[in-house]
């Protein structure tokens, strides 16, 4: 088990930083000794080892007898429930959406996961319920079928995430907290006074963290799912946010009065994304700073994005200047998300 040292005075610093990048592990306890605070870790990349220690923290290893034993980690209660061979079976670790843990079972161990389920809830006393992963994400909506599998019986959960709090059926809209990074990173570089156009808005998160951040910005939240919208608006009034404006449409067909409306657009539909390009240089101001999500090989995507990019700029008589990029998270065993900010620039005519 990892551990991230910090000292006393630097901890809270270490912590927001930790939780905001989702590497903070919550089926552990947070350690003090001798001046230091020792942060349980999730299970690391290279990438995110140098992102720790690049902020002045050790990564260290602590003896099992110093860890926190108040609370039993689910792992070490599962390691009892399973042999090697169904371990393998059970995708390591679960998500967390408020109250409601997400687990990603295969059917060959479907007989054992209400022991699996009951073993996360007693290790873990803010989980409430278990529901298993009964297929992928699909469809234009980007939603995913669930089954209940233990504790109170509901699919309804209440998240918190940067600051926020979102309520939605995990079933009937896209939520995923492995953006919470990327949302939180996108709402720093955001200024006041802007307009936003947040396209493929889902339950609000881009655009409520946006708002509440900058009261005097007015941010456009557009998604296509009524379900979703539905959430969205009660979003909206749950966070204060009344300067986010959601509306039901595809953003498609959204009306001339957005043409030349955004100094900022987010565009987080990374499976087709692209095919919007057109759409984002319409809404643009000059200057709009767009931040694109793109699924793809690793080594292809961020090329592959520059270049449609550039082609819907030239159809569209603008420039563009390219501001930063990296890999969200991993999507499949060979593909990844990105993110790709770039600038537009309007030609002058004449
Ligand atoms: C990957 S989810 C992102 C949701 C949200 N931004 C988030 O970070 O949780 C994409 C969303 O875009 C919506 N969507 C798909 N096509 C759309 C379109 N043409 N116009 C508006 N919304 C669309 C889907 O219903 C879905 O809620």
Do not use: W
């Not at 990438?47 to 070490?76: N, Q, T």
């Not at 492995?178 to 655009?207: I, T």
């Not at 700029?313 to 999507?331: D, H, I, M, Q, T």
């Not at 593909?335 to 004449?350: L, M, Q, S, T, Y």
């Amino acid at each position: 088990m990892l551990y991230a040292k910090a000292k006393t005075s630097g901890a809270e610093r270490a912590r927001r930083m930790l939780m905001s990048r989702g590497l903070l592990s919550k089926e552990h306890l947070v350690m003090r000794k001798a001046e230091r605070v020792y942060f349980p870790l999730v299970s690391l990349n290279e990438k995110d080892k140098k992102l720790i220690e690049s902020e002045g923290l050790d990564i260290v290893r602590l003896p099992a007898a110093l860890r926190g034993s108040k609370r039993r980690s689910h792992e070490m209660e599962i390691s009892k429930l399973l042999d090697e061979k169904e371990k393998k079976l059970l995708a390591r670790g679960f998500d967390q959406y408020g109250s409601i843990a997400v687990i990603d079972i295969d059917d060959a161990l479907r007989h054992k996961e209400k022991e699996v389920a009951r073993a996360i809830m007693d290790s873990n006393q803010n989980i409430k319920t278990v529901v298993a992963k009964a297929g992928p994400v699909h469809g234009i909506y980007r939603t995913r079928e669930y089954r209940y599998v233990a504790g109170r019986r509901t699919f309804m959960a209440e998240h918190r995430e940067n600051g926020c709090t979102f309520r939605f059926d995990v079933r009937k809209a896209f939520f995923s907290n492995r953006l919470s990074y990327e949302r939180a990173r996108v709402r720093d570089l955001s200024k006041p006074k802007e307009n936003v156009m947040v396209m493929f808005a889902g339950v609000g998160p881009f655009a409520i963290e946006i708002a509440k951040a900058n009261k005097d910005s007015k941010v456009v939240a557009v998604e296509l799912n009524r379900d979703a919208y539905r959430y969205m608006l009660g979003n909206i009034a749950l966070n204060k946010t009344s300067n986010v404006s959601a509306i039901l449409s595809d953003v498609k067909e959204l009306p001339p009065e957005y043409d030349n409306y955004a100094d900022r657009i987010i565009m987080p539909l990374p499976q087709s994304s692209l095919e919007f390009l057109d759409d984002a240089f319409r809404i643009a101001k000059d200057g709009a700073t767009v931040h694109l999500y793109m699924f793809g090989k690793k080594e292809e995507a961020p090329d592959m994005v520059k270049l449609a990019v550039r082609e819907s700029a030239k159809r569209n008589g603008a420039k563009v200047s390219f501001l930063f990029s990296r890999e969200v998270r991993p999507y499949s065993s060979k593909e990844v998300e990105i993110v790709v900010d770039f600038r537009i620039r309007r030609r002058r005519p004449g």
